[in-house]
């Protein structure tokens, strides 16, 4: 009998594994729970997508359980998953995380790097996600000057194994975002929207015999599971659970990980060109939007953040921070419980967003009982070694903050006092997610084998960011693309 296959989810992982089967020629039906095919034309310049999270519709919340805090967390209601709704930025890695994570899979690095080159470009190809350096300005020289001064090395943002500074590249052509969507544009037709699956069928044999969707049953004999790690997780909780035939001991729930986000920010005493100062001029969007049209590199192409430095706080010769320059300061935090959609502040002011890159501390990921929502706890800085990571990290910030407050640039360091007196209590009331979940359906959790195959199950797959139990990189989007491209190629 021939196998009749669906992909479950149209987000970053599950259009990789489309295109591989498509060229491939296999046969395979998508589902998705998005109900839209498409946003409007106006959030396809990478820097308008903040302003999409105002719009209820296109996103989704599932927010974080912290402490006595809701942290926010976003998932898409569009086709193509997060990759239509992130920041853009674009990092693939490090060699040596990459090459300690593949331990779980039976891939090598080689096969990593053939996806990379096969998915990505840097220049404008068909049927390829873009890079492009992003939009820099005298802020960004300033920190790296003081980089500098410090003796970190200027170098490669997007893949090393070692301590350096630089401009960010960013998933974007010259004037739009560049997806797996938009660049792998025949699977899109593929795609069966507004089907939410809600478990998956098994027969006495231990095979995959279907799914249970929000449109009845449908029956499929092999299914790859790429629902992101909040979805994919959640339909293998509930998958467990349903069969009555003893195909695992009971989950309640699964570890999962989340690079913690931490931002000082800095009030400016002049005008250096940040977001919030074109945002509060009517005359200087007017030429923002004059120099985008006219093909030039602007804040039109970037996410905010700029540059970054990637740094090895506790001398092991890993870099375990990155510190990243973003080019506004904002009223709360994006899209927090006080503003849904971005909201500058009329000031001139930066932002140093500190992300801890491996972090130690592990969160769980249940179904709550009461209403059957996804309950996320990152419970971040759980250890210790998180916490005296972002301790240094801050400090770091700081020093910057002074050297250019004693050359007259910064005006003031926002909540300095705060941090100064209480910087465990700073970090834990001011931790937001870096929106980089991963884990839920890893090997060390049981779920997969080295094949991605779910254990003891014939014909159940599971690829996306839900199997990757560290991250290799500061940004998981281009890690999702090559894990899944390599899956999809060499192992199905
Ligand atoms: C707000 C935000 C900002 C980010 N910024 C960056 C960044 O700047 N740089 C970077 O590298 N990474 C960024 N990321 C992370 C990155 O985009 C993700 O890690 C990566 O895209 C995850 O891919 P995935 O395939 O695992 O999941 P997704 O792309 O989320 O795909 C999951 C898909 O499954 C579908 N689905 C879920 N449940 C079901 C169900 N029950 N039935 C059917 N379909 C279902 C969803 O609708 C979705 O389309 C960001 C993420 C977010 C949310």
Request: include cysteine.
């Amino acid at each position: 009998m021939r196998d009749k296959t669906l992909i479950i989810g149209a987000g970053t992982a599950g259009i990789c594994i489309a295109n591989e089967l498509f060229k491939k020629k296999e046969d395979f039906e998508i589902f998705d729970t998005a109900e839209y095919k498409n946003y409007p034309f106006f959030f396809k310049p990478p820097l308008m997508i903040g302003f999409l999270f105002g719009r209820d519709n296109f996103i989704k919340e599932n927010n974080f359980y912290f402490n006595d805090r809701e942290i926010p967390y976003y998932i898409p209601n569009i086709i193509g998953g997060s990759s239509e709704i992130n920041g853009c930025v674009h990092s693939l890695g490090s060699e040596k995380s990459w090459r300690k994570t593949l331990e779980d899979f039976n891939l090598n690095f080689e096969d990593i790097k053939y996806a990379y080159e096969e998915n990505f470009s840097k220049d404008q190809k068909k049927e390829k996600i873009q890079i492009r350096e992003s939009f820099s300005n005298d802020l960004d020289d300033d920190f790296f000057s003081f980089l500098t001064k410090r003796g970190v090395p200027y170098g490669n943002t997007e893949f090393s194994d070692t301590e350096r500074f630089g401009t960010l590249k960013n998933n974007s052509g010259q004037f739009f975002r560049s997806t797996p969507l938009s660049s792998f544009y025949k699977i899109k037709k593929l795609v069966k929207k507004d089907i939410h699956v809600n478990n998956i069928s098994i027969d006495n044999n231990f095979n995959v015999d279907g799914v249970f969707t929000n449109k009845g049953f449908f029956k499929f004999n092999k299914i790859i599971l790429a629902a992101g790690s909040i979805g994919s997780s959640r339909i293998i909780l509930n998958t467990f659970l349903s069969n009555k035939i003893n195909i695992q001991k009971p989950i309640k729930d699964l570890a999962i990980k989340d690079q913690p986000n931490v931002r000082i920010k800095f009030k400016l005493n002049s005008q250096k060109g940040t977001l919030n100062e074109i945002y509060s001029s009517t005359f200087k969007r007017l030429i923002l939007g004059i120099n985008y049209l006219a093909g030039k590199r602007s804040f039109f192409t970037s996410s905010g953040a700029t540059s970054a430095v990637y740094l090895d706080l506790d001398n092991d010769e890993v870099p375990d921070v990155k510190i990243q320059l973003v080019q506004f300061t904002e009223k709360g935090r994006l899209s927090s419980n006080t503003s849904r959609g971005i909201e500058f502040d009329p000031n001139p002011g930066f932002s140093l967003g500190i992300t801890i890159l491996n972090p130690k501390s592990i969160g769980r990921l249940s179904i709550s009982k009461l209403d059957d929502r996804t309950l996320v706890k990152p419970n971040y800085f759980c250890n210790d070694e998180d916490l005296e990571l972002c301790k240094k990290a801050i400090k770091f910030c700081l020093e910057f903050g002074k050297e250019l407050k004693d050359i007259g640039i910064v005006n003031e360091i926002i909540d300095l006092k705060l941090i100064k007196n209480d910087v465990e209590g700073y970090i834990k009331t001011n931790v937001f997610s870096s929106y980089h979940l991963i884990g839920g359906c890893t090997l060390e959790n049981g779920i997969i084998n080295k094949n991605f195959n779910v254990t003891d199950l014939n014909n159940l797959f599971i690829c996306d960011a839900s199997v990757m139990s560290d991250f290799v990189s500061s940004n998981s989007h281009a890690p999702v693309v090559c894990l899944s491209s390599a899956f999809a190629k060499n192992i199905l």
